[in-house]
């Protein structure tokens, strides 16, 4: 007796570890020990040394912790990894407690030990354990361990790795600046799982907009694969719209803003030919319709191949899924139904060069012998008369552009007839504003009969089902300082290779009523984007301009289609001003 801590060394060296534990509590509690000099301890008392100096008591000397934890090395050692823990934990050596729970998996244990646990003395211990919660994949502990915590970043990179996104969302809701964190990997978690619409929307939301462009552009190829033409016409449509939105200067474009303007007229132009390729493509693949096909619909599909044949000249690279094929065998066809014997013939000659469906040439070479017994010409009616410089058009152009005065023809996109539309612009330093006052103004008659490059008689011009016949100058026109604008501009464009504008000033602006006026303002997507002004010279013919995608219609055309879906057929976007307003 009298060396209590001896005692202890000789158990634990015998790995007799519950003697050694009893020895240690004697002395935790100052009990007496065997039977020599030592008495009860109290107080801290002790035996004196030889050199009359007491040494420290034996409750310091000796560690009940530091015995446990050797006990739990041993028996971790020996394999039984769970009594070690449990060893660890009473030891209060929470660490290695939970690092055996944790890469054991044992998470019922670990949140155990994670809810006894005070955050201010075992932070770091709380958040292993939310560790192993994670890496277990148990969202729900690992949930609690944070909150215990009161760390909201972390609990939002859990939301995030295990997709919980609508605690994710919620969380961002209650703590706007953690929204910024889960914006980009909810869109990419929404791309990997296809469901491409709404992560196109969330990449914008996260400010990618590149990203958000790529899907789309993905989405419009795809489904131009599948010949869902108009859908991918509309994609197309949206990237247009998209690159216009981030445009940060129209008047002073740097070149990131250049390259979005080139995108912008890029995509554009191509959702200005997938839209009308579904009507070539639905004739060429569905014999039926092809030949139910009335005169009216044949006139359709003849001004859809030629406006797209133009279209594609303006275009860097090929569009995919849209076959030449199907366009040059499509006019062909229905050229030598409604008198476009010449036309017919530049077809045939093109698809000669083509490849060809083995089933088709038999057909081909036989509808191209019965044209070249046709006369060599196209029907007068069917050439495209210029609205502003009133020269007739061969058929097939190279571009949407007058070869005279190179103004460029307007089309409704439903017949794509050409509009008796002549575009202008208001005199630098008239903003729109004052340009709406001045066509809302009251008009003055000054009985000055404007000149036309056109005779006088009788002219007959259709517009979809529309018959407008009209005789030398329009009524309306004959007191038109406009018409002497504009032939004063086609008199200067003879002289010029470059495109001329029509420039007018306040007084000339007065002149023209808002009804006659047609404006494409897509300034909602850039504010600095230049606002374009048509004049309609034959305000007999009613059209409608979209105030969405700036498309224009025959406004009979537009209401039966815009009536079908509510929306407008091009963009498919509802009209907030209704369907027969000019502006």
């Not at 015998?14 to 020895?23: H, I, S």
């Not at 476009?340 to 070479?365: C, H, P, V």
């Not at 003055?444 to 100058?473: C, H, P, S």
Request: hydrophobic share 35%.
């Amino acid at each position: 007796g009298g060396f209590p801590e001896k005692a202890v060394e000789f158990f634990t060296e015998l790995k007799r570890w519950e003697d050694a534990r009893n020895v240690a509590k004697k002395i935790e509690k100052g009990e007496r020990i065997g039977t020599s000099q030592s008495k009860r301890l109290e107080d801290g008392g002790s035996t004196p040394n030889n050199n009359g100096t007491r040494p420290a008591t034996a409750a310091k000397q000796i560690q009940m912790n530091k015995l446990l934890r050797d006990q739990a090395m041993w028996t971790l050692e020996s394999g039984d990894w769970m009594t070690a823990a449990d060893l660890f934990y009473n030891a209060g050596d929470y660490r290695r407690s939970i690092d055996i729970y944790g890469s054991k998996g044992k998470l019922d244990k670990l949140i155990e030990i994670c809810r006894v646990l005070d955050k201010v003395d075992n932070a770091e211990n709380i958040g292993l354990c939310a560790t192993y919660f994670k890496k277990a994949g148990s969202h729900s502990y690992a949930k609690e361990a944070y909150l215990k915590l009161g760390d909201i970043q972390s609990l939002m990179r859990l939301h995030i790795e295990m997709e919980k996104w609508d605690e994710a969302q919620l969380l961002a809701k209650n703590n706007p600046e953690l929204a910024i964190m889960m914006k980009l990997p909810f869109a990419e978690w929404l791309e990997k799982n296809d469901r491409f619409e709404e992560a196109m929307v969330a990449f914008k939301d996260a400010q990618r907009f590149d990203r958000s462009m790529r899907i789309m552009q993905r989405l419009a190829a795809n489904v131009a694969a599948q010949h869902r033409f108009k859908e991918s016409s509309n994609f197309y449509w949206l990237l247009a719209r998209e690159n216009l939105s981030l445009i940060k200067d129209y008047t002073r474009m740097d070149a990131a803003d250049l390259n979005h303007y080139e995108m912008y007229l890029e995509f554009s132009d191509l959702a200005d030919v997938y839209y009308p390729y579904q009507i070539i493509h639905s004739f060429i693949e569905e014999p039926a319709q092809a030949s139910a096909a009335s005169q009216s619909q044949m006139i359709q599909i003849f001004n859809a191949a030629r406006f797209i044949l133009s279209k594609l000249d303006k275009i860097r690279s090929s569009p995919n899924s849209i076959s030449l094929t199907f366009v040059y065998l499509a006019l062909a066809k229905v050229s030598s139904n409604i008198g476009a014997f010449k036309t017919a013939r530049s077809a045939y000659e093109k698809l000669y060069g083509m490849k060809l469906n083995a089933d088709w040439i038999e057909q081909i070479e036989l509808n191209s012998l019965q044209t070249r017994s046709k006369p060599f010409s196209d029907r007068e009616s069917l050439q495209m008369m210029c609205n502003r410089c009133a020269t007739p058009n061969p058929v097939l152009l190279s571009g949407e552009a007058c070869t005279q005065c190179l103004h460029t023809f307007v089309r409704s996109f439903i017949s794509f007839e050409s509009l008796p539309l002549c575009e202008f612009k208001p005199m630098k330093g008239i903003s729109h504003r004052r340009a709406l006052e001045l066509f809302y103004s009251e008009k003055v008659k000054t009985g000055k009969k404007a000149k036309r490059g056109e005779e006088d008689g009788w002219t007959e011009t259709r517009y979809g089902n529309e018959q407008v016949l009209t005789i030398g100058q329009q009524e309306g026109d004959e007191s038109s300082p406009f018409f002497d604008k504009v032939n004063e501009v086609c008199e200067t464009q003879l002289t010029s290779s470059e495109y001329i504008p029509i420039v007018l000033g306040e007084d000339i602006l007065q002149t023209l009523t808002i009804d006659e006026v047609y404006i494409v303002d897509l300034t909602k997507y850039c504010k600095t984007f230049e606002v374009k002004y048509y004049k309609n010279t034959i305000p007999d013919v009613a059209l409608h301009v979209c105030e969405n995608c700036g498309r224009f219609f025959l406004l009979d055309e537009y209401e039966f289609a815009y009536l079908q879906n509510n929306t407008c057929p091009f963009c498919k976007t509802p009209d907030s001003r209704g369907i027969n307003k000019p502006l």
